[in-house]
């Protein structure tokens, strides 16, 4: 089912990168304040990995608590360096961090919405994911530091489909990864439509 990771893609507009700006930078209605209460493309919900380019400073980021993985090549996600909603290693952002901007943050920053529909965007996504990690409790699985699509497909794998039942699991779990792949959406870039389900 999950054939490919999803990496964080490489864009080539640089902006402030998710939730990773400084507490001073952190205004009330700044993109980084948006960051800072959605963290999806650091906490495993929209990418399962960063990968690390030999421009970037691995040993640092490993030194500073990134947990890298594959000759230090790869950041999984959830990312290790995302703490209380903030980036812990900011000043030293791999490349792909730093030059990445969701859809969202994007139309912020130009004025296409404004910063309450955009918080209040992330807030339905928050509610989303929230309904779906419960769902995926119900079923045993309490693997926070997987990230999300893969732990949604192998609950949706393991459980039984009853198609005629609302009330059964699968059929409650399909629903609500389908209402939160909605709620993702606005987040999409060209570089990498959305899906939670993989
Ligand atoms: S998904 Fe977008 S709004 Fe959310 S933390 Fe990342 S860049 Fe910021
Ligand atoms: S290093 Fe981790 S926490 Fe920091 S911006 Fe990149 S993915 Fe997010």
Not at 24 to 44: H, I, Q, R, V
Request: hydrophobic residues 35%.
């Amino acid at each position: 089912m999950l054939r490919t990771l999803k990496t964080k893609p490489d864009l080539s507009v640089p902006v402030v990168p998710a939730s990773s700006a400084t507490q001073s930078e952190k205004t009330a209605e700044s993109p980084s304040s948006l960051c800072s209460a959605c963290g999806f493309c650091c906490d495993g919900t929209l990418f399962d990995q960063v990968e690390i380019s030999r421009t970037d400073a691995p040993r640092t980021l490993a030194a500073r608590g990134a947990k890298l993985k594959r000759e230090k090549r790869i950041l999984p996600q959830p990312c290790s360096a995302h703490k209380n909603g903030a980036c812990a290693v900011y000043d030293i952002l791999p490349n792909r961090c730093k030059l990445f901007t969701c859809n969202l943050l994007a139309k912020f920053s130009k004025n296409e919405i404004s910063f309450s529909e955009a918080l209040a965007t992330i807030r339905h996504a928050v509610e989303k994911i929230a309904e779906t990690k419960r769902l995926l409790a119900e079923s045993g699985d309490e693997r926070a530091h997987r990230p999300l699509r893969h732990r949604i497909g192998s609950a949706l794998a393991s459980l039984p489909p009853v198609p005629e039942d609302p009330a059964a699991l699968h059929s409650r779990l399909s629903l609500a990864v389908s209402q939160l792949d909605d709620a993702l959406t606005p987040f999409s870039t060209e570089a990498d439509k959305p899906c939670i389900k993989g």
